[in-house]
């Protein structure tokens, strides 16, 4: 299975709120449908690339 590696921005990194905010929103949005599928990949085989893309999309 294939994974995607996302950094994660830190506001010292970044200089500002809003950079930090335009870093955030360029975290993919999860459907209802996803983020179902994602808790059941991490509960069923815990999966930590799912459990990545939880903790990082919004």
């Given at each position: 299975m294939p994974t995607s590696t996302?950094?994660?921005?830190?506001?010292?990194?970044l200089g500002s709120l809003d950079h930090?905010?335009?870093?955030?929103?360029?975290?993919?949005?999860?459907?209802?449908?996803?983020?179902?599928?994602?808790?059941?990949?991490?509960?069923?085989?815990?999966?930590?690339?799912?459990?990545?893309?939880?903790?990082?999309?919004?």
């Open positions: 996302l950094a994660f921005p830190t506001p010292a990194s930090y905010i335009q870093a955030v929103n360029r975290f993919p949005l999860l459907s209802q449908a996803q983020e179902v599928e994602l808790g059941r990949r991490l509960q069923r085989d815990d999966d930590l690339d799912a459990a990545r893309q939880l903790v990082l999309s919004h």
